[in-house]
């Protein structure tokens, strides 16, 4: 049998729902002394008032000679006054004030003589004098309850005399991971299996506000396997999160073991990725059934495990920082739900722009990849591109980060991430920011405004690269093309070509997997083929794409087709065997005014280097005669 979905709701109808069912979890505040030393990001569990006055006795603020305010009243510069030695006294910065003494001149004001000090202007009293209790008074409020600390604070702690704080217990938060696919990291990867990530990451979110965790051994998609794990946790926990086994699956035993234990409030949410979430409560535990994949749960996890565990600790979660953009691409979603896009920002030309990333729920390395969330409400059918728009961040970015981006849209090459990791290398600041949407796609993307740099390998009639596809968007005068590098293009084929494929006539009867359109291997695939008089659509998976020169090699290797087609470096990653077609040039286009910019010089250094040339040269069919000219 499949689990059904009660009727979803919006999520701020569950988080109020949910929240409103958990009075004994928000009531029930657990305490502990700790050192005042290791108080930072605590919670102070009452209020906090000073035992000792700080500074707690008057004090010089100079270095210089303490003296009697009323003796330096007829101090003026035309007329200087002479003080005796017997008259003041020398002091340094923090010395105690010593009676009768009322007020310190600054060594530099002062004439030094042989037996005594001469003048030029007077002093009031108090004047350059630290006050017994001017920063704080005993006694005084320092910190009110529910004070979560600082470092500053700890400084502060000490020195009015608190040397223990009473702090809010640290809640504990149960990770229970589920699923008969699932496997521990150190256990052997084969087919059918996924090894578990999602703890890492909802353990390291949880850190990161203070929370404890534990996580516990994965469970079998056995009721009695999950209800025994559940028991466990809620004996050692505060809070109990389920990870998968929350959808409509045969196996997804969830909604019903937690109706059992205690009570379902709310089984799906209307937003997208995470509606399958379910929000409950074991006996008088809060629990949250996590979606299985990580971009759901991270989202269902950071909008309502989060907040409510802050709620208990009476913190509001901080406010998102949200940035306006301009949007590189449409964005169209269903008035189903509430949906998430994972987002990636930069600067181009003064603005912002923001690019949408892969929307699939388990694409983990996206949501790593990404600066934050665009999102689609419910009663929108989505955006436009040009459209500015809303992007909440996962954290600030500093605009010199933004600044030192190279948005980058066009055909991709493994040589754009090796790039990254030679800047990172070099201590610089410039990172390339890139999305694969084919040559021709980021050639459109660079006229309108969409990116700094436009990979791209597109064959001209006369056989070079690249000259007659910027005819169509652009003015060439206004154009360069950087080399980057010189490419192997050709046939991908499993290990020993088991079907002695040797030219594009050994294709006719063979599955692909192929590039996208617009992608310059796939435009010089559709020549070859034209060239031999091959219909393309007599080619079975002709239409069956992917974005990336590796992912193309990888579906090759996984038998998922016969042959593909890419750039040499891809199948000796992938080892597997790589028919020879052709030579090509992969060129950066960039608008020529955008050649000062201080990332493309850092680029242009990187392209040039001896060391680039070397780690080139490790990757295998590339050459490097000519990378980091600019024609």
């Known amino acids: 049998m499949r689990n059904i979905y009660l009727d979803t709701k919006e999520l701020e109808d569950s988080i109020e729902i949910f929240q409103n069912n958990l009075d004994q979890f928000f009531e029930d505040k657990k305490t502990e002394i700790i050192n005042s030393k290791d108080a930072l990001g605590r919670i102070s569990a009452k209020a906090i008032f000073a035992k000792y006055s700080s500074p707690s006795y008057h004090s010089s603020a100079m270095d210089g000679v303490m003296v009697v305010s009323e003796m330096t009243k007829l101090a003026r510069e035309n007329k200087p006054l002479f003080l005796k030695n017997e008259d003041f006294i020398y002091c340094n910065t923090g010395s105690p004030l010593v009676k009768p003494y009322d007020a310190v001149i600054m060594i530099e004001d002062v004439k030094i003589e042989e037996d005594g000090i001469t003048i030029l202007k007077p002093v009031n009293a108090w004047e350059n004098i630290r006050i017994q209790g001017e920063d704080v008074i005993e006694k005084d409020l320092i910190f009110e309850s529910y004070h979560k600390f600082r470092a500053v604070d700890l400084s502060v702690l000490i020195a009015t005399g608190i040397n223990e704080v009473e702090v809010l217990k640290k809640p504990i938060l149960g990770l229970i991971p589920s699923g008969n696919e699932i496997i521990d990291k150190d256990e052997e990867l084969s087919v059918g299996k996924i090894i578990e990530s999602n703890s890492a990451m909802l353990k390291s979110m949880a850190f990161e506000n203070g929370i404890e965790t534990i996580i516990y051994p994965i469970v079998k998609d056995e009721k009695d396997s999950i209800e025994k794990a559940l028991l466990k946790a809620s004996k050692e926990c505060d809070f109990v999160c389920l990870i998968a086994g929350t959808s409509a699956g045969s ?94 920002l930069g600067i181009v030309d003064g603005k912002t722009i923001v690019t949408p990333l892969d929307r699939k729920a388990g694409s983990l390395f996206s949501l790593a990849q990404s600066d934050g969330y665009i999102i689609i409400d419910r009663n929108i059918e989505g955006y436009n591109r040009g459209d500015i728009i809303d992007v909440i961040l996962h954290k600030p970015i500093a605009k010199e980060i933004l600044n030192n981006r190279i948005v980058c849209i066009g055909s991709h090459d493994i040589v754009v991430d090796l790039l990254n990791d030679m800047f990172a290398k070099d201590k610089k600041q410039t990172r390339i920011s890139s999305s694969h949407v084919g040559s021709l796609g980021g050639l459109k993307a660079l006229s309108e405004g969409d990116c700094l740099i436009a990979p791209s390998h597109l064959l001209d009639e006369d056989g070079t690269y690249n000259n007659d596809a910027i005819k169509l968007f652009f003015d060439p005068e206004n154009i360069s093309k950087i080399n980057v590098v010189g490419r192997r293009q050709g046939i991908y084929v499993p290990k020993g070509n088991p079907l002695s494929i040797k030219t594009i006539d050994d294709l006719l009867d063979k599955k692909m997997v192929n590039r996208q359109r617009g992608a310059g291997t796939r435009l010089l695939f559709d020549y070859l083929l034209k060239k031999e008089n091959i219909d393309p659509y007599t080619i079975r998976g002709y239409d069956n794409e992917v974005t990336t020169h590796l992912s193309a090699a990888l579906a090759v290797k996984n038998g998922d087709c016969d042959f593909s087609i890419g750039v040499e470096s891809a199948a000796i990653k992938m080892d597997i065997d790589f028919i020879y077609l052709k030579d090509e040039e992969y060129q950066f286009i960039i608008k020529k005014e955008n050649l000062k910019l201080q990332s493309i010089k850092d680029l242009l250094e990187i392209l040039r280097s001896e060391d680039f040339k070397i780690r080139i040269s490790e990757l295998g069919g590339y050459n490097t005669n000519d990378s980091g000219n600019i024609l």
């Open 251 to 344: 196996k997804d035993f969830t909604s019903e073991i937690v109706g059992k234990l205690g009570e379902v409030f709310v089984h799906g949410i209307s937003i997208k990725p995470g509606k399958p979430a379910i929000l409950g409560k074991i006996f008088d535990l809060p629990f949250v059934g996590l979606p299985g994949y990580p971009v759901s749960t991270h989202i269902v996890f950071e909008r309502i495990v989060i907040p409510t565990i802050l709620k208990k600790l009476n913190q509001i979660e901080d406010d998102k920082e949200i940035i306006k953009a301009k949007l590189t691409k449409p964005v169209i979603s269903s008035l189903k739900n509430r949906e998430y896009i994972r987002s990636k």
